[in-house]
């Protein structure tokens, strides 16, 4: 099994690519280049361990989605209706942005099964289905780096622990007759989708779920998708819309609640010596420098963690 280096965790970034949403967009676009600053100003992650990441290959792009889609997307033809689901409107930059969203989370996934541990400020896109995109998701990057790992013989097994407040659902879908890869979504019943897909684990929690609870179930079904999975190596799907904050959430952890999460999960994981690629998923809080915290304290976790 991979074991940790003497080395800082890498943090792989794509807010280079940048995209400037319209006026009131929903969608806190500026949270990742907040987060990446606030790594270093707390000294969570170096400037020397910062990379900024490539636009992912087309070819490992089609691995996964379907080429009519892809295209449509790359050149700007993509239906009114599909867009309208995406929720971000076209753009070459949303298209350079995209692309180096999956490129940022390939990087992290390289790095762990180096290093034992790294992560992607970016990605987490797991409403993307083969042949659409849903809910500011439109390639799915877990996806992407699953089959790629899987494809080149890297490892046999995948785990895609999902704890972000949404169901994983275009993850679901990609992988349903795939056990390769094991699907474990833990999220708020009632919450996006209205359509929940079949993960291979599903923990649906109702509104207004807090820490006690949350923790109680997560520690439940990383236990049992550790048993099912039997896997290689994990990505961590982290999003931190579980916060009482989050304007998207309707569960209701603390700060406090989110860093032990995070505690759990991945020392439990690389406690079992397996490598682990994070990526940020959703984080909606209202102000936005609540998610850029919790963020931050997924970080913290993954730095001590790489540390020892």
Known sequence: ?????????RVFYCDHFEVVLPPKHRFPMHKYALLRERL????????ADLVP??????????????????????????????????????????????????????????????????????????????DFGSGYCIFNDLAVAARRLLDRGAVERVLVFDVDVHQGDGTAAIFEDDPRVFTCSIHGSKNFPSRKMTSDLDVPLPDATGDEEYL???SAALEESLERARPDVVLYQGGVDVLAEDRLGRLSLTREGVLERDRTALGRFRGEGLPVALTLGG???DPIEASVEAYAGTYRVAAELSAR
Do not use: C, K, N
């Open 1 to 9: 099994m991979v074991g940790p280096r003497s080395r800082a965790i």
């Open 40 to 47: 270093v100003a707390d000294g969570i992650v170096s400037t």
């Open 53 to 130: 990441a490539r636009a992912a290959p087309l070819e490992e792009i089609h691995a996964v989605h379907d080429a009519a889609y892809v295209e449509s997307f790359l050149d700007g033809t993509l239906d009114r209706r599909v867009v309208q689901r995406i929720g971000f409107p076209w753009s070459e930059a949303m298209v350079l942005r995209s692309l180096g969203s999956v490129g940022s989370t390939l990087g992290a996934v390289d790095a762990a099964m180096e290093d034992g541990i790294a992560g992607s400020l970016a990605g987490g896109t797991h409403h993307a289905y083969r």
């Open 216 to 218: 109680a179930a997560m």
């Open 283 to 285: 984080g909606y809080a």
